[in-house]
């Protein structure tokens, strides 16, 4: 018996439409037949929630509304960037009011852009009458918004696409009216011209299981037939392993419910509707490739020479990328910036600071302490030259002693060898009186 599916279509949808690439081939289909016009390079999410104050003489009421999906497209050109809104909404039944609500989303991008301009005017210095009333200037201007609606029901959609269509309007008066148009996208029928591979699988799976002139048990062997050849496809092997589980199990309970002639018809839609919602997830993908590679080319770069600190980050980072790799369930975007990460690393690498050390008075003063017949002299001061003697020769052999070290150690080997004391003998005392 399947699962339940616990995971809302429109969350996956959402999810789904984040990705750049899969964004700007749905709307270069949409507007521009299939051109390239919009790069995924040029799209950047914006904030899909928008609160509006509806302003009335005596009223004023706030009204929150959450968009699907919004990017903002930005394109440098010889005036400067320009700027684009474009919104994608979701929908699964047919809203037969959906020209208003689109109106309404639109309009609460556009009221937030010109509060946001309007707060910039606090007073009215540089500004004429009419300009601070409106709180905008004649040459201000706010960010076009473009609303794309795509529909996913099994209906054919028979709502209105116009505002015009929502409204009682004698034939004299509609130039009057202004209008209001939807770009519709109906998931399952349409002739898009899709170039992006995740768009072109998502729409096919749609089209097949709206297809009305198929059975449903032809639908069913269809939609599982669908899922296998994506699961046999080359770039399966790189969607990540938690997508790849949660399909192959909605996969495997589609089959078990096909084979099952006592599933009731409740049971069969689940399993089908779980089926499609994990198709829609195949565009999850992290292909590791190149990041194996950049961890292999990391691990070649020497750190001999380097900074303790800067070879910490690179290993790190190389560590951290070798998780990925063994973890399988990263999307492409961090792979990317795992990539970047290690070059950044290498990059970062930094060089000891060699800094010039002089021993030769140290090796001067080792000698004259080694020249010493320690026999004749006290065992404490001559233990003492010994202990300081045996720190001098490490300080001197040690190729990373700091100029500090050396002469620290030359100062208490001079200081050895200034306390020794002979032993004391009487004919020697008498030979030192008489000189």
């Keep these: 018996m399947p699962k339940k599916n616990q995971i809302k279509p429109d969350t996956i949808l959402k999810n789904y439409w984040r990705d750049n690439a899969q964004f700007a081939d749905l709307f270069n289909a949409v507007l521009f037949g299939g051109a390239q016009v919009i790069r995924p390079d040029e799209l950047e999410d914006d904030d899909t929630e928008d609160s509006t104050v509806m302003e009335h003489r005596d009223i004023a009421e706030s ?24 919104g994608l909404e979701h929908q699964e039944h047919i809203h037969y009011a959906m020209p208003m609500r689109i109106m309404g989303y639109d309009y609460s991008v556009y009221k937030k852009q010109y509060d946001k301009n309007a707060a910039n005017y606090k007073t009215s210095v540089g500004m004429q009458e009419d300009e601070y009333l409106s709180r905008m200037k004649k040459t201000d201007k706010l960010v ?50 899709l170039h992006n591979i995740n768009n072109i699988d998502l729409f096919n ?29 080359a770039e399966y092997q790189w969607v990540v392993k938690t997508v790849k589980d949660l399909f192959e199990e909605a996969l495997e309970g589609a089959i078990k419910v096909k084979e099952d002639t006592t599933a009731t018809e409740k049971e069969v839609s689940e399993a089908y509707d ?16 190149d990041l194996q590679t950049a961890v292999a080319v990391a691990k070649g770069v020497s750190t ?8 910490a980050v690179l290993e790190a980072a ?16 961090d792979l990317d910036a795992m990539i970047i990460e290690l070059q950044d690393a290498i990059d970062g690498l930094e060089d000891k ?5 002089n021993k030769d008075k140290l090796l001067e003063l080792i000698g004259k302490a080694q020249a010493y017949d320690l026999t004749k002299y006290t065992k404490i001061t001559a233990d003492g030259l010994k202990v300081a003697l045996e720190g001098a020769q490490g300080v001197y052999d040690n190729t990373e002693a700091v100029q500090e070290e050396v002469d620290s150690a030359y100062e208490s080997l001079r200081e050895a060898i200034f306390n020794l004391r002979k032993i004391p003998n009487k004919m020697n005392f008498r030979i030192w009186l008489t000189l």
């Design 205 to 233: 799976m749609l089209e097949l299981l709206g297809d009305k002139k198929s059975t449903h048990k032809e639908t069913k062997e269809k939609a599982i037939a669908y899922a296998k050849e994506q699961k046999e496809a």
């Design 274 to 289: 779980l089926l499609l919602s994990r198709v829609h997830l195949l565009g999850f993908v992290g292909n590791t490739t």
């Design 144 to 193: 076009p918004v473009i609303t794309i609606l795509v529909y996913y029901g099994e209906k054919t959609w028979d709502g209105a696409v116009t505002l015009h269509e929502m409204l009682h309007i004698p034939t004299a008066w509609r130039p009057f009216v202004n209008d209001y148009k939807l770009l519709l996208v109906e998931a399952k029928k349409n002739d898009l011209k």
């Design 63 to 86: 009204i929150e509304t959450f968009r699907d999906n919004i990017k903002i497209r930005k394109v440098s050109n010889a005036s400067g960037i320009q700027f684009v809104l474009l």
């Design 318 to 333: 190389i560590a951290k990328a070798e998780r990925m790799i063994e973890e399988a369930n990263t999307l492409q975007e």
């Design 353 to 357: 600071v060699v800094i010039e050390v």
């Design 304 to 311: 001999e020479g380097k900074t303790e600190e800067s070879v």
